[in-house]
């Protein structure tokens, strides 16, 4: 799996021709930084099948599968934006095989991507104590995937987990998602919306008193954002009979 910033580089990179940020019923102290940034890839950006460089990273072509394959995951961006008192870098890959998964989200098997989200504490973290850098826990994030005339694909929650890259949050999408439009190519990507909706951690005070507590006496409103995303299914040359087995 590539570092995280290796990841964050590459989501910075991304095209999106808009990543727009809401934040829903907040208060001014709450919007600091929250403008989403949005970055806009050569028009001349090219599918990686023909053989020449892609501009755009969600378009490369997966070496999974060929002479050329390293071993690595096949990590396509989504985007990259700052929320109040987040950074948030988005992408999607092969589905995950996780040491407990339970219930709790659609098995490798039965999925075709697992989409996540690295959730980085900046400055206007400090204000609820947090440190900058820093994965904050329990945050209740969901996930909504969209077509292009605003229908829903797919749907979810996050989970919290850790990767050889860190702590981040995500889940696996199922192939159920396939039959109702999550379908693309390098040549004819499916131009999809993500939506993200962050909410503060449940059952988890702040100190507020004059010795030990934090700027912010109330954890943030409930934060939305929104990233383009094109699907090219490239992910799927990843997935293998056995995830767990070392092929090297």
């Given amino acids: 799996m590539n570092k995280h910033l290796m990841r964050k580089a590459a989501a910075i990179a991304v095209a999106a021709a808009t990543i727009t940020t809401t934040l829903t019923a907040c208060s001014s102290d709450d919007t600091g930084g929250s403008t989403g940034e949005s970055t806009t890839a050569p028009a001349t950006a090219t599918s990686g099948q023909s053989g020449e460089q892609t501009a755009d990273p969600r378009l490369e072509a997966s070496v999974c599968g ?40 659609p098995s490798y098997r039965d999925s075709i991507a697992h989409i996540e989200a690295d959730v980085k504490t900046n400055e206007k973290g400090e204000d609820y104590g947090w440190a900058v850098g820093e994965t904050p826990a329990d945050l209740r994030i969901s996930y909504t995937i969209t077509d292009a005339a605003g229908k829903e694909v797919v749907s979810g929650k996050f989970m919290e987990m850790n990767a050889v890259d860190g702590s981040h949050y995500g889940t696996n999408i199922p192939r159920t998602a396939e039959s109702k439009g999550l379908v693309g190519t390098l040549d004819d990507p499916a131009h999809l919306t993500l939506t993200l909706k962050v909410e503060a951690p449940e059952n988890y005070p702040l100190h507020i008193d004059r010795r030990t507590g934090v700027k912010e ?3 943030f409103k409930p934060i939305t954002v929104t990233m383009e995303m094109l699907y090219t299914g490239e992910q799927l040359k990843c997935i293998v009979d056995d995830p767990v087995a070392d092929n090297s």
């Fill in 66 to 105: 060929t002479p050329e394959d390293d071993g690595e995951n096949h990590e396509i961006p989504i985007g990259s934006t700052t929320a109040g008192p987040f950074d948030i870098d988005a992408a999607y890959f092969q589905p995950a095989y996780m040491n407990n998964n339970g219930d709790s989200m």
């Fill in 217 to 219: 006496h109330e954890w």
